[in-house]
Structure formats: C-alpha cells, structure tokens
C-alpha cells in the first residue's frame, strides 16, 4: 500500500497535477488540478514523486496550455453568449514537465526511467528548501531561479570553456557580466582583464571597491602596424599600394627615431641611413622594444612636418608619380592633420607588454581597458588585439595554465565574423585552443549573429535573455540544445532574467534566472 501524499506536507511545495498517459524519461505530461490552474506557469521547477517506483524527479515545467472542452471553437452551440460565457466553462490545463534529473541520495541523475502516469507533480516554490532533498552545486554566485528562489551557481571549472552572454538592449547583460567578474575575482584565482567599449560599464573604479587597475586606453602605445593602419584608413587610401607607402614611411619614422636613440644623438636619424639600415641589417624587434621604451617615458616625439618629410622621401624612393606625391601631401593636411600626431599619437606611454606582465605575475587581478576615450573605431579593435595577442604569446611561451579570464562587452565590435579583424582572429583563437591554457572568454553581445561562427562554435556556456528578432532565436536554437519549448516564454522575459544553458548549468538544462543585484 503506498502512503498517501508523501511529499505533500513539506513546506514549500504545492501539489498541482498528475503525469498522465505518454510520458517519457525526459518529457512528461502533465494534468494540472483545476484548483493549481491559475498557479502553474511555464519554467517552475517541479517535482514528479512516482510513488509506484519509490522515485522523485526534478523538472521544469514548459508548454502549458489552458483548455476549456465547453467552450470550444468547434463545440460551441450556435446560441453561445459571451457574456453568460462562465457558466459554460469546464477549464482545464496541461503542461510538461522536462526532466533535469531524478534525484537519489542528495544528488541528481541522469535517468532513464520513465516518470509512470499517476505520479504526482508538485511546483517548488519560494517557501521551499530544495537542500532538504538535493545538495546544490555551489560555485560562482550569479542568481535565484525565477521562480524557486533557488540559488543557481555557475560551475567555475566552465569558465575555461568560455561563456557569451546575450540579450536585447537593456536586458542586464553588463550588470550580469560584472556579477560573473566579481565572483570569479572572489571565488577562484583566475586574473581578469575587461576590454570595456563604452566605458560605462567598468570603468569606475569605485564599483569594484578601488581594487581595479584601469588602463586608459587612448594611452596606449600603437604599434607601427595599428598606426599606419588609422594613417591609411584615416587618409581614405584603398589601394593596397598606397596603403603600403603609409606602412613604410611609419616603419621609417620609428626606425629614424630609435636609431638616434640608440646612437645617443637627440636629432633623429637621416631617411636615408634608416631605410639602408632598415634594407639591411636593423633588428626590427630590438627597434620596436626601442620605440616603447622611447613611448614609456614620453620621448618618443610625433611630429608632423618630420612624417610629411618622411612620408615624401618614401614616395619618392618608390618612384611615386608627382601626382600621388602632391596627393599624399593634401590628404594629410586635410584628413590627417597636426592634431593627429601631436594630440592623439603623442602621450602614449602605455606598454601593452608591462600591464600584460602585471596580469600574468598576478600583480593586478582585475585590469580593465576603458576603450571609450580611444576616438579611433579601427584603434579600438587592435588594442584589444594586442592586449589578448600579448597575453596569448606569455601563455604558450610559459606553457603552463594562464588562469586568466578575458571580458569583451559589446563584442559585436570584436568578434564579428566580418569586420573584427584583427581582434577576431585572437578571439576566435583563444575560443579555440584557451581551454588547454586556461584562458577563458567572456563575450557579451545583442545578437547571436555578432559573435563569429568559429567563436560561437567553442563558447560552451551561454545566457541569454530576450532577444532582438525571430531570426535570433532560430540562430539560438541551433546552436543551443534544448530550446524547444521556450519560444513563447523568451519574449516575455524581464530584464535582469536570462535563461542559463550549457557546460557551467549545474542542472543541464536551461534553467530560468534572476540576476543578482549587481551594483
Ligand atoms: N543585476 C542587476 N542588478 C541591479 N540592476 C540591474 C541588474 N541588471 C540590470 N539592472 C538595471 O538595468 C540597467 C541595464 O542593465 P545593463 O546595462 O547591464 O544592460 P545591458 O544588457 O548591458 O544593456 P546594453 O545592451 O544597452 O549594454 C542597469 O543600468 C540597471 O539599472
Ligand atoms: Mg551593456
């Protein structure tokens, strides 16, 4: 004889309906009790007790419907009153419940047992304490269950595998992301470096308790190659040919200055003995090491008229048309300009190589790169890239595990699959091969569609809120398993309310939360 309503006096849970005929090991459905009809809502967490087999289960509940056979479309009579429609009524509603796991001696299972029709369904709710049946993962603190108040941790050992966070303008994607940095700062060893874009997000010192080394990012120290790519873009050449003069006469003009550095003379170098020197036997390392250490303590000097010289013995030496000469010449004055040299090239006393060393020797365990002062769009994407590029090279000439956690917010900018280069190629690396370093990603974004295909391919955590357009959640389907009941629930999701799908979802499968308050 089975004892009756073994569960029911918990506190806490409510039972609302029995498995009826159909059920299967993960989707079972449900009759719901016509008392618990206003009270069941897509994405409880529920408990099957199958009594008959002396097994519980925990699950979610999806898909529920609302019926009613009396006033039915096709059963209607012809007569039909709307407003006497009440005393017609005989509601009555379904549900699923999708099942997480069975639940034995604390811990949670995969099962293949089918859940028996007749077993009773009761809804978790926030008077509940789930520890009474199930020992709940701890780990990275992010939120409650939307319904249970479960608290729902990440699994830190996730985070190698990286995770993107993703929803529509608004939905708490930065706030969610700073709950993921502060708890990973509190609870692991992993050394974290945010690339803030708008600068809103990460950039006050006062949100992380003072503890925070912020990078100004228009400081940085731009390598030849970034520089002459902003001069190029800059100056509207498309032309891979003129494009190159620019490369060469930036590379000339680092190479002028360092060798009158390293010569001991205050003046720079003659054109002509740097482009020999360059041809044939400067050490290009050693003259990049020259130029931040020149950067470092703000000697290197940007001048323009010195460039224009440069630029023009450049053109010059490569037998340049006097049209083009005249050309450059114009467009630097009026595209270009003093102002970009004096103002924005010089004061770049930033070294990517010294913040990177204070993040690997675990010296500054939260850096944060605030982009937003940094005016150049293309400049943006290639400090990101060498930051990540820099640490990416320590890692793999160390070859032991980096613990460091890279943050990129509005990665639409950096990890797009057209138009990100060159951020998106280290970020599509690190997605790749990060895991065996542990080096792990977080990525935030509006759309799926932003992140890259190889980046999206290896990120195995994702939370996800509302999102912008049907074609985001056809792309989230597939890329996530087990979304198939959630379309009518997505839209309606509040902010701060993201499902929690893949490796770091201790329960499995997508799970319904609340963020943290997060300040
Ligand atoms: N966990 C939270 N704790 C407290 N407030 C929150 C939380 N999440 C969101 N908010 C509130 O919602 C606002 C928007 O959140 P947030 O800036 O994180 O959204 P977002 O998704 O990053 O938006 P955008 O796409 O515009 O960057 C915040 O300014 C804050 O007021
Ligand atoms: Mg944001």
Same mark, same amino acid.
Not at 216 to 243: C, N, W, Y
Not at 295 to 314: H, T
Not at 417 to 430: D, M, T
């Given at each position: 004889m089975v004892s009756q309503n073994t569960l029911g006096h918990l506190r806490g849970l409510r039972l609302v309906g029995v498995v009826t005929s159909g059920s299967r090991a993960s989707v079972v459905p449900v009759r719901v009790s016509r008392d618990s009809i206003d009270f069941v809502r897509d994405e409880m967490l529920a408990l099957i007790e199958d009594v008959e087999e002396n097994k519980l289960y925990l699950g979610v509940v999806k898909g529920s419907v609302k019926r009613d056979i009396a006033i039915d479309g096709s059963s209607l009579p012809t007569n039909f009153d709307p407003e006497r429609s009440l005393s017609y009524t005989a509601p009555l509603m379904t549900c699923y419940v999708e099942v997480i796991g069975e639940i034995a001696d604390g811990s949670l299972e995969l099962n293949f047992s089918i859940p028996r029709p007749g077993g009773r369904v009761y809804i978790i709710t926030q008077d509940f304490d789930i520890a009474m049946l199930l020992k709940v993962p701890e780990g990275l603190h992010v939120g409650f269950h939307k319904f249970s108040g479960m608290r729902v941790s990440l699994d830190p050992r996730?985070?190698?595998?990286?995770?993107?966070?993703?929803?529509?303008?608004?939905t708490g994607k930065s706030r969610l992301v700073k709950a993921l940095v502060e708890e990973a700062l509190a609870r692991t060893d992993y050394k974290v470096i945010v690339f803030d874009h708008t600068g809103l997000d990460y950039s006050d010192p006062s949100r992380w308790g003072g503890n925070v080394n912020i990078v100004? =990012? +228009?400081?940085?120290?731009?390598?030849?190659?970034?520089?002459? /790519?902003?001069?190029?873009?800059?100056?509207?050449?498309?032309?891979?040919?003129?494009?190159d003069y620019i490369f060469l006469a930036v590379t000339l003009y680092i190479a002028r200055s360092t060798l009158a550095g390293s010569m001991g003379r205050s003046s720079l170098a003659s054109s002509e003995y740097a482009f020999k020197r360059l041809l044939e036997n400067l050490d290009l390392e050693g003259m990049i090491e020259g130029y931040f250490k020149l950067?470092?303590? =703000? +000697?290197?000097?940007?001048?323009?008229?010195?460039?224009?010289? /440069?630029?023009?013995?450049?053109l010059t030496l490569m037998n340049a048309w006097s049209s083009t000469r005249v050309k450059f010449k114009l467009l630097s004055h009026v595209r270009v300009g003093r102002r970009f040299f004096e103002n924005y090239l010089n004061g770049r006393s930033v070294i990517v190589g010294d913040v990177v060393e204070d993040i690997l020797s675990g010296k500054s365990r939260l850096t944060i790169v605030d982009l937003s002062r940094e005016v150049e769009y293309e400049a943006k994407k290639f400090i990101v890239y060498q930051f990540l590029k820099e640490v990416w090279d320590k890692v793999l000439e160390s070859r032991?595990?980096?613990g460091v956690l890279a943050v990129v917010d509005e990665a639409h900018n950096y990890a797009c699959?057209?138009?990100?280069?060159?951020?998106?190629?280290?970020?599509?690396?690190?997605a790749r091969e990060g895991r065996k370093w542990g080096f792990g990603l977080i990525l935030a974004s509006q759309r799926v569609i932003d992140l890259a295909p190889e980046v999206r391919g290896n990120i195995n955590t994702v939370f996800f809120s509302r999102v912008q357009s049907a074609s985001d959640y056809d792309e989230l389907k597939r890329w996530i398993e087990g979304l198939q009941f959630i379309e009518y629930t997505l839209p309606l999701l509040a902010r701060r309310e993201f499902y929690l799908a893949g490796l770091g979802n201790p329960f499995r499968k997508p799970l319904l939360v609340r963020v943290r308050d997060v300040s």
């Open positions: 996730s985070l190698d595998y990286h995770v993107a966070v993703l929803g529509a303008t608004g100004d =990012g +228009s400081r940085v120290a731009l390598t030849p190659d970034v520089i002459a /790519v902003v001069l190029a873009d800059r100056m509207g050449l498309a032309s891979e040919q003129q494009r950067s470092r303590s =703000g +000697s290197f000097k940007w001048d323009f008229n010195e460039f224009l010289e /440069v630029l023009d013995y450049c032991g595990r980096a699959a057209r138009g990100c280069e060159p951020s998106s190629g280290i970020i599509a690396r690190i």
